[in-house]
Structure formats: C-alpha cells, structure tokens
C-alpha cells in the first residue's frame, strides 16, 4: 500500500470547491484507491509507504476525451499515419486499437504532463471512420492498456469528409449527402439488428442474415451500449447531427463544437455532451472562424457537460492541462475547467465509474503538481496510472 499524505486534494466528486480537501491523504493498493480524507483523521497503516508531499496538489489523472495519440505517429510522416483510411467513406468497422502504437513517445509526453486516459481513435475524413477506444497512457501494448474499447464510433460531418472525397471525384461532395450516407448506413444496421433479433428470438422460423461486418460493429450503438462522437464544426452541422441522433435514438456527443456556442439550447434540450476544441491552434480551415476559448464559458454558462480536448497531434497532448488554463483565462471557473479535463472528461465518456475522480474503488490513476494543476509554472512530481508512478 502507498499513502500519499499533506496534500491539496481536488477529489473532483462534487461540483464546486466542496470537492477539495486542502490538507489530505490518499490510500491505495492493488491499482485502486482505498482510502482518502483529511490528515486530521489519519492514522498511517501497518506496511504502508508514506510519502509526503506536503505542499502538493493531487487531482485525478487527466483525462483526453478525444485525440488520436498513437495513431499518428510522432516524427514519423506516411509510416506512421494510420488514422484515415480515406478509400471508404463509411468504414464503421475499423478499430482503433488495432492502429494504435503504445510504444509511440507522445504517451510518455503525456504520462509527464499527469494525463493518465487518453480516448484515442480514427480522424475525420470518412463519414463513419470507425471504433475509438479508451486507453491508459502506461503500458507497452495496448491490448494492456484498454478502458473499454469500442467506446464510440466516429461520425464526421462537413469540411473534412466533403474535402477528402471531392479530392477524389467521389461521393459526399455535399453535405446532403454525408447526412444520405449516415441515413443508409444507419437504417441497413437497424433492418440487419431487427433481422439478428429475430432469428436469436426463432431460429427455427427465422434464417440468420448473412454476416455484415460494417452493420455488425454498429450494433453497440444501436443497442446504447456506445455513443457516436460526431466530428461538427458548424452550427449546421451540429443540428444535423442532433436530428439524424433522435431520428435512430442513438446516444451522440459532439466533438469539436466549434459554433455550440450559438445554439446551446439545441445541445442543451437533447442533453448532448460537448468535447470542446481544439482552440490552441490556427484557424486553418472555414469551419474554425469562430473558434476561441472564450466558447468555453458559453457552453458551461448554458449549462451543457464540457470536457476540453486537444485532438492530438493538432494540439500535443501535454498541452491539456494548459488549454484548460486558457479557458480559465477567458472567463471560465478555475474548478470548472479542471472537471472538464477529470470528471467531466470521464461522465462525457462513460467512463466515470473508473477514473475523473480520487474515489475509494476507483483506479488508482493520481496527478501530483507542484501547484494547481492548471497554473502555467505547475510541474508534474508523480503521475500514477492503476498505482505505478510511472514518471520515477
């Protein structure tokens, strides 16, 4: 057993400053957090290893809700670039831990920046790009580093799908008919899991359709077992992502949500959570026009579920913590961007029921800063991922 003792404690369990302990320990044991509260109530177990730290500030380990760390390759150009298979519009099929490289050195980047879960996946030139995968940023294979995989299926709407395939004088050049391709695709999976439905109910009376790898992979979907993350810039785009969403009752959240800002009420009436960003970053392309931090504050002020994203390599990934201190500069609350990084990163996710917060059964995935994990001069002093310091 380890115990982290006399330290600032951001539990992140409560909305507001009530979550923090300001002079704290944290237990843990076996990858999972055993005991946690304030020093006046500390007695150091038999066996345990004390380690002071007084002066500190634990959080969570940091969460990256959407990036594709390992699929493209740091300081590695073709080789290392597997995150569109831009041959297929719709490859709902393709999973990304079967791309992912866990020996790539941006996961050590990312261990030394306290970010301990990483939601890695497919890019966004395809209208369905394929599974995305929760990871932990410590191990050397990934098959050792899964959360949940698949977590989500990646749609993409406008810019980028649109380019890729007017590239290539092929269909979708418009955004008809990205929304057509989602529609099809969607209602081919939604006759096969009736038919699938049907035989496993009869399979006297009923003939087993014949196997659909690309319809199969997104039964989890259809069965809410998994949400799409839906790649919308756009104001429009998010509205139709919102419509093609209610239309398959199908669980969605939006990545990116460059222009949420401007209807927030659609977001908030459906309840969609909202991967915000990536704002660290030029304004390359039309869709980005409005992008700022300050559109933070305009989704949490509207009361939607806001994690802060880097979308890695566009942002390298151990800038989290700062895009989060940029939000705070443009207007947002301090406690606020941190849950959109621990917490909120993890609800938006489905994850929380493992890591986003220092509680007892959770995976021992802890952050040590010299200072508040969002202050520009914060270092890391410890990143644990299921208990092992992974930074010594």
Request: contains cysteine; hydrophobic residues 40%; proline residues 5%.
């Amino acid at each position: 057993m380890k115990v982290l003792i006399n330290g600032y404690l951001h539990t992140m369990r409560e909305t507001g400053a009530a979550a923090d302990i300001p002079n704290g320990f944290i237990a843990f044991e076996n990858g999972k957090i055993t005991d946690i509260g304030s020093m006046d109530s500390f007695t150091a177990p038999a066996n345990a290893e004390v380690i002071d730290v007084s002066g500190a500030h634990i959080s969570p380990g940091l969460i990256d809700a959407h990036c594709h760390i390992g699929m493209w390759e740091d300081s590695v150009d073709f080789e290392g670039a597997d995150g569109n298979e831009d041959t297929d519009p719709i490859t709902p099929h393709l999973r990304a831990v079967d791309s992912v490289n866990p020996l790539d050195r941006c996961f050590k980047d990312a261990q030394l920046a306290g970010i301990t879960t990483v939601v890695t996946g497919p890019g966004s030139s395809n209208v369905m790009g394929g599974q995305f995968a929760a990871l932990k940023t410590y191990g050397c294979c990934v098959d050792e580093m899964i959360i949940k995989s698949p977590i989500a299926t990646k749609f993409s709407l406008g810019e980028n799908p649109k380019s890729t395939y007017h590239n290539k004088n092929q269909t979708p050049v418009t955004r008809m008919a990205i929304a057509a391709l989602l529609r099809e695709t969607l209602y081919k999976a939604v006759e096969y899991k009736s038919a699938l439905d049907e035989y496993n109910a009869d399979p006297d009376e009923n003939d087993k359709p014949e196997f659909d790898i690309k319809l199969e992979s997104l039964l989890p979907l259809l069965n809410k077992e998994i949400h799409a993350k839906v790649h919308a810039h756009r104001a429009d785009d998010i509205a139709t992502a919102v419509r093609i969403a209610k239309e398959f009752d199908i669980r969605i959240t939006i990545e990116h949500c460059t222009e949420g800002h401007l209807i927030p009420h659609i977001l908030k009436n459906n309840d969609i959570p909202v991967m915000a960003g990536p704002a660290l970053c030029e304004r390359c392309k039309v869709e980005l026009r409005q992008a700022g931090f300050e559109n933070y504050k305009k989704l949490t002020d509207a009361g939607l579920s806001v994690a802060i994203i880097t979308d890695h390599p566009v942002v390298p990934i151990e800038y989290l913590s700062l895009c989060a201190s940029l939000a705070v500069k443009s207007g947002m609350d301090k406690h606020t961007a941190l849950e959109a990084i621990t917490i909120n990163a993890a609800k938006n996710c489905g994850i929380d029921d493992t890591v986003g917060s220092l509680t007892v059964g959770k995976d021992a995935d802890i952050a040590v800063f010299s200072a508040h994990p969002l202050d520009f001069e914060s270092k890391i002093l410890h990143t644990f991922i299921n208990g092992i310091d992974t930074i010594l």
